[in-house]
């Protein structure tokens, strides 16, 4: 759309670049021959055996998503389109839509179509619950029409997450619908959490885990300041660098005191970044197919696991990560990021981290095609 006047208008050229960009997905990243796109359409497919159609309509892009939990795909698709549209093309804005929800009473999508900027801002003032179709004088119920809409996605309760990962935990190797599911939620949560604070990445690493040096003398209830050892990971692989480094506990290990009421000033954060590395963890090992020890992924998830009991000892069980996450600001919303945060604790941390190893254990910093910046291991740096 034309941003001065706004009259519709055309990204010519948009598709090749979307072809090359989420080459990652296409239908033959493994074998050319069984890619399917053309000039004004392309279909993808995830990780997850979630399938994606793109196909240029007059001046619109149209994206349709068929898995268990379509979210995910469609939230990562609609960022990479408005993103290119807004970088490349001068002079265009790229407006999120969504159409009308079984018109005419027909179980089809119809062609009145709602932007969704506006649909959500009418919910948050409460003003109607309903729109009328300007095609066939239909009223349209928001909540139903905003659930074609990533940006308006509900967030995804981290304990029930948890739960339900831990039941397929051990059964990575089986596909399902199920595990389809849980696995695009679980894919999702960690985009979230890297989203949360984009901005401070661009000092420093957002990842690590945490536990006391001393554990056996530590009591999570009453103590006022004690020494943790932290460890960094790599964003791209999911993984602690001392995996990624053979065993090395010199590079991205550090030894920090910390005070308590830091600790709760920053758990909130802790919280969900403690319950997302341990779902990720097992299915990063298990996607790189890594020669990882038993004995050490244990340790690994033991080492999270404490993290976590420290957490909601210090923090309290009855502690919502919604505090952390908040709502967003309308900017946000467009981009489909429903997460906020002041970033001042992982200031804080950054600031420790330099003082200790300004070169935060060999993590490279690299920016990805969004223009967002990641702190990865040296090997994975020429991906970028």
């Given at each position: 759309?034309?941003?001065?006047?706004?009259?519709?208008?055309?990204?010519?050229?948009?598709?090749?670049?979307?072809?090359?960009?989420?080459?990652?997905?296409?239908?033959?990243?493994?074998?050319?021959?069984?890619?399917?796109?053309?000039?004004?359409?392309?279909?993808?497919?995830?990780?997850?055996?979630?399938?994606?159609?793109?196909?240029?309509?007059?001046?619109?892009?149209?994206?349709?998503?068929?898995?268990?939990?379509?979210?995910?795909?469609?939230?990562?698709?609609?960022?990479?389109?408005?993103?290119?549209?807004?970088?490349?093309?001068?002079?265009?804005?790229?407006?999120?839509?969504?159409?009308?929800?079984?018109?005419?009473?027909?179980?089809?999508?119809?062609?009145?179509?709602?932007?969704?900027?506006?649909?959500?801002?009418?919910?948050?003032?409460?003003?109607?619950?309903?729109?009328?179709?300007?095609?066939?004088?239909?009223?349209?119920?928001?909540?139903?029409?905003?659930?074609?809409?990533?940006?308006?996605?509900?967030?995804?309760?981290?304990?029930?997450?948890?739960?339900?990962?831990?039941?397929?935990?051990?059964?990575?190797?089986?596909?399902?619908?199920?595990?389809?599911?849980?696995?695009?939620?679980?894919?999702?949560?960690?985009?979230?959490?890297?989203?949360?604070?984009?901005?401070?990445?661009?000092?420093?690493?957002?990842?690590?885990?945490?536990?006391?040096?001393?554990?056996?003398?530590?009591?999570?209830?009453?103590?006022?300041?004690?020494?943790?050892?932290?460890?960094?990971?790599?964003?791209?692989?999911?993984?602690?660098?001392?995996?990624?480094?053979?065993?090395?506990?010199?590079?991205?290990?550090?030894?920090?005191?910390?005070?308590?009421?830091?600790?709760?000033?920053?758990?909130?954060?802790?919280?969900?970044?403690?319950?997302?590395?341990?779902?990720?963890?097992?299915?990063?090992?298990?996607?790189?197919k890594l020669a990882l020890d038993e004995t050490a992924?244990?340790?690994?998830?033991?080492?999270?696991?404490?993290?976590?009991?420290?957490?909601?000892?210090?923090?309290?069980?009855?502690?919502?990560?919604?505090?952390?996450?908040?709502?967003?600001?309308?900017?946000?919303?467009?981009?489909?990021?429903?997460?906020?945060?002041?970033?001042?604790?992982?200031?804080?941390?950054?600031?420790?981290?330099?003082?200790?190893?300004?070169?935060?254990?060999?993590?490279?910093?690299?920016?990805?095609?969004?223009?967002?910046?990641?702190?990865?291991?040296?090997?994975?740096?020429?991906?970028?």
């Amino acid at each position: 759309m034309d941003a001065s006047n706004g009259q519709s208008a055309s990204a010519e050229g948009l598709f090749y670049q979307l072809i090359v960009r989420l080459h990652k997905y296409s239908l033959g990243r493994a074998d050319y021959n069984a890619s399917v796109h053309w000039q004004r359409g392309l279909v993808l497919e995830d990780e997850y055996k979630s399938r994606a159609f793109l196909e240029h309509v007059g001046n619109d892009v149209r994206i349709t998503v068929r898995s268990p939990y379509p979210e995910g795909l469609l939230g990562m698709l609609t960022r990479e389109v408005k993103f290119l549209v807004e970088s490349f093309w001068e002079g265009l804005r790229c407006d999120v839509m969504v159409p009308c929800i079984k018109p005419m009473r027909k179980n089809t999508p119809g062609t009145g179509l709602f932007e969704v900027e506006k649909l959500m801002d009418s919910k948050r003032k409460e003003q109607t619950m309903n729109f009328r179709v300007p095609v066939c004088n239909e009223w349209q119920d928001i909540d139903a029409l905003l659930r074609n809409a990533p940006a308006a996605t509900q967030s995804i309760s981290l304990g029930e997450l948890q739960s339900e990962f831990a039941a397929i935990k051990d059964k990575l190797d089986e596909v399902n619908v199920t595990s389809r599911r849980i696995l695009s939620q679980v894919d999702k949560t960690y985009t979230d959490l890297l989203q949360v604070l984009t901005d401070e990445a661009k000092e420093g690493p957002r990842l690590f885990s945490f536990f006391p040096v001393d554990r056996s003398a530590f009591n999570p209830k009453t103590w006022i300041r004690e020494k943790f050892r932290l460890v960094l990971w790599c964003e791209h692989s999911r993984l602690p660098l001392p995996v990624l480094n053979n065993g090395d506990m010199k590079k991205g290990v550090y030894d920090l005191e910390l005070e308590r009421e830091w600790f709760k000033k920053a758990s909130p954060y802790l919280k969900f970044l403690t319950g997302t590395l341990g779902m990720v963890l097992p299915v990063a090992s298990s996607a790189v197919k890594l020669a990882l020890d038993e004995t050490a992924y244990k340790l690994i998830e033991e080492q999270l696991d404490f993290g976590k009991s420290i957490i909601d000892a210090t923090l309290g069980e009855t502690a919502k990560i919604g505090d952390f996450l908040g709502t967003a600001d309308s900017t946000n919303l467009e981009h489909g990021v429903a997460l906020r945060s002041d970033g001042s604790t992982l200031r804080e941390l950054h600031a420790l981290l330099k003082a200790k190893d300004p070169g935060f254990g060999g993590l490279v910093r690299v920016m990805n095609k969004r223009q967002e910046f990641l702190w990865v291991h040296e090997k994975f740096a020429g991906e970028y």
